[in-house]
């Protein structure tokens, strides 16, 4: 199974600071039809994952503009420009490229 | 609004079966595929299959083959999944999620918790 390994485990931020959350694959997660199914997910206390980015980058419906997604083949960030209390939480990479599909081990976001 | 509206939460004895159900409204059933995903006790998420309702075709993770069967009922735009001989090692709270192609998984039921004690 494609390992999904997430730095840092654990990160702390103030209100308005950039943070940016490393997801690194065992393998390429360059599907052979040209796509790369590399997602980011934020569950926040008590609540249900939620859809941040897909395809590496695209954001997903209704996600504010602050979450960007980069990085191909093996390594991927997700960066938040001006962290929000709302987004406090554990971040979660997951890739669809190979099966079966798998969840890095998360980043738990705190707010200071 | 989509929404993914899954049963309640279960105790069930060691050995025996549980079957949860997760009821889909807001959109085209048969146009998305709806994933199962496991989330045991402060631990992170595992993949356990997906179907496919309109094909009703099925693709389950290796590590749940034989412990999770998935199913779908079209006339009810509901999802199923069966969790056999259960033991402590499934208490967990488990999502159904639907997906397209493309977009993954971007809408998740509320999660159903699943207890095995005796």
């Known amino acids: 199974d494609v390992v999904l390994t997430q730095t840092p485990p654990t990160s702390s931020a103030t209100i308005g600071q950039s943070v940016s959350i490393s997801c690194r694959s065992s393998?390429?997660?360059?599907?052979?039809?040209?796509?790369?199914?590399l997602y980011w997910y934020l569950q926040r206390p008590s609540q249900s994952p939620q859809l941040l980015i897909y395809l590496v980058s695209k954001l997903g419906s209704g996600v504010p503009n602050r979450f960007s997604g980069s990085g191909s083949g093996t390594d991927f960030t997700l960066k938040i420009s001006g962290v929000e209390a709302e987004d406090l939480g554990v971040y979660y990479c997951?890739?669809?490229?190979?099966?079966?599909?798998?969840f890095g081990s998360g980043t738990k976001l705190e707010i200071k | 609004e989509v929404k993914l509206q899954q049963s309640g939460d279960e105790l069930v004895r060691p050995g025996a079966s549980v079957k949860m159900s997760c009821k889909a409204s807001g959109y085209t059933f048969t146009d998305y595929a709806m994933h199962w995903v496991k989330q045991s006790p402060g631990q992170g998420l595992e993949w356990i299959g997906t179907i496919i309702p309109l094909i009703d075709t099925t693709s389950y993770n290796q590590k749940f083959k034989g412990k999770a069967t998935l199913t779908a009922d079209k006339s009810s735009n509901t999802a199923y999944m069966e969790l056999s001989r259960l033991t402590s090692e499934d208490s967990a709270v488990y999502y159904c999620?639907?997906?397209?192609?493309?977009?993954?998984?971007?809408?998740w039921g509320q999660g159903a918790s699943v207890t095995v004690s005796s």
């Open positions: 393998q390429s997660l360059l599907d052979s039809d040209g796509n790369t199914y």
């Open positions: 999620a639907r997906s397209d192609y493309l977009t993954g998984m971007d809408a």
């Open positions: 997951v890739q669809g490229t190979h099966d079966p599909l798998t």
